[in-house]
């Protein structure tokens, strides 16, 4: 038994030996050298082809934007001229800034309506938060259909939009329904002019978003926000 065992000891001893150099050879480069050195610091494990690390800080020193806000491109060939669709982006850059600021007066006073119809009215402004915000969408993509820039931030909605600044204070009921039927009817007095100027442009798919999804929209709720401020008794009719 003692003579078996002696005779198997040499044999593990080379099968070590010849693993070894293999286990060496698969950790080798193409040149024969060692990858892990080239991997190391890249941040991609055990592919150096690619970086996995973010590169940050790059609107530091930032090079020319793709587009300057104002222009059109001319990607999409969509059978209007470029002065059409450049007035089709400025109307639609109006109206859209002037439905973010609508969309956003509707949520604030979701928040901060009270008084006897405050379930009825938290549950509408909520709403019609959620339809304009639809509306929003819908105009920022025809801008970019049309080529042009969409606004999108709020200081510059604020620049824009034609909707007096809401204070900060909240405010009762009915000053804020008065002041969210300003906002429609202001929004819908552009989209009646602008959708005439569209259409006699030949640009029927602006004219169709305003007619068919701003006027619509907005006559809506108009007429939903409109009631309550109707001067009706609660408990005693006359």
Known sequence: MASSAKAAAPKSTATKKAAAPAAKKSTAGGNGKSTAG?????????????????????????????????????RLPIGLSEPTRRDSVTMLNQLLADTITLRDMYKKHHWQVVGPTFYQLHLLFDKHYEEQAVLVDAIAERIQILGGVAVAMAHDVAELSSIPRVPRDREEAPVQVSRLLDGHQRILKNCHDYADKVDEAGDDGTNDLIVSQLV??????????????VDSPLTQAE
């Not at 941040?43 to 940050?56: C, E, F, K, M, Y």
């Not at 619509?216 to 401020?229: D, K, L, P, Y």
Request: charged share 15%; aromatic share 6%.
């Open 38 to 74: 080239a991997n190391s610091g890249k941040g991609a494990g055990s592919n150096a082809a690619v970086d996995i690390q973010p590169r940050l800080n790059q609107q530091q020193n930032a090079p020319s934007p793709t587009q300057r806000y104002g222009t059109v491109s001319q």
């Open 216 to 229: 619509r929209t907005n006559e809506m709720q108009v007429w939903f926000v409109a009631e309550h401020v």
